[in-house]
């Protein structure tokens, strides 16, 4: 989403989003700066509502599935994905999910904020799922800070399966300290991204990130 839009978002649709949905935001003083790769839990359609809700007004983009809707809801998606600046993905095709972390690579290093959800889809009970190594995979390329947060509150409203949402203010949001992975970064600048030791840093990664985004969900 270029700023003119998200100024947009900030000015009239935040106070309506804070207004409904909103319950209660934590440690807001916790997002930096600078742009990161926001990671949070996925439970719902709602999620990206709430994650625009943090960065606003902000640049950022999120990484978003091409793989599930046909029809109208296809096409209600994609002109969503262009008004938003997306960046699609179809999540069982390895070309293009090699491409979606391409130009996510690039948006961040453009200075945009980039949202994932490391999960890869929502989940169907309302607990967490184990996480992909995308946003890992996405930070090693960049070194570029990941933001995890915990949304609790979505699945109640608008699980998936579900149409249209409930319309209730008990959405909560958990906001981490940033993670720099320092360490893990220098230590993989050259190394050969199929050696073991490579793929033992993105599990690390991984399964750091969701143990915090665990902690904020279960913290809310």
């Known amino acids: 989403m270029n700023k003119a839009i998200s100024w947009f978002c900030k000015i009239f649709l935040k106070p309506?989003?804070?207004?409904?949905?909103?319950?209660?935001?934590r440690e807001l003083e916790n997002v930096p700066k600078g742009n990161f790769i926001l990671a949070t839990n996925h439970q719902s359609h709602l999620d990206?509502?709430?994650?625009?809700?943090?960065?606003?007004?902000?640049?950022?983009?999120?990484?978003?599935?091409?793989?599930?809707?046909t029809g109208f809801q296809g096409l209600l998606r994609n002109?969503?994905?262009?008004?938003?600046?997306?960046i699609p993905v179809n999540r069982e095709n390895e070309v293009s999910k090699k491409t979606a972390i391409g130009k996510a690579i690039s948006a961040l290093k453009k200075g945009y904020i980039l949202v994932i959800y490391p999960e890869g889809t929502r989940s169907r009970t309302g607990k967490i799922q184990e996480g992909k190594s995308g946003v890992a995979k996405i930070f090693?390329?960049?070194?570029?800070?990941?933001?995890?947060?915990?949304i609790k509150g979505t699945f109640e409203l608008m699980p998936p399966g579900k149409a249209?949402?409930?319309?209730?203010?008990?959405?909560?949001i958990n906001v981490s300290k940033p993670l720099?992975?320092?360490?893990?970064?220098?230590?993989?600048?050259?190394?050969?991204c199929n050696s073991e030791e490579y793929k033992n840093s993105?599990?690390?990664i991984t399964e750091r990130v969701m143990e915090e985004i665990k902690k904020l969900y279960e913290g809310i």
């Open 16 to 25: 309506i989003v804070y207004r409904i949905l909103i319950k209660e935001s």
């Open 48 to 69: 990206i509502i709430v994650c625009g809700y943090l960065c606003v007004p902000r640049r950022f983009t999120y990484i978003g599935q091409v793989d599930r809707y």
């Open 79 to 86: 002109f969503f994905y262009f008004i938003g600046g997306v």
């Open 140 to 150: 090693l390329k960049t070194g570029i800070p990941i933001l995890p947060v915990g």
């Open 164 to 172: 249209f949402p409930k319309i209730k203010r008990i959405v909560k």
């Open 180 to 192: 720099y992975f320092k360490e893990e970064f220098e230590k993989v600048k050259n190394l050969d």
């Open 202 to 204: 993105l599990f690390k």
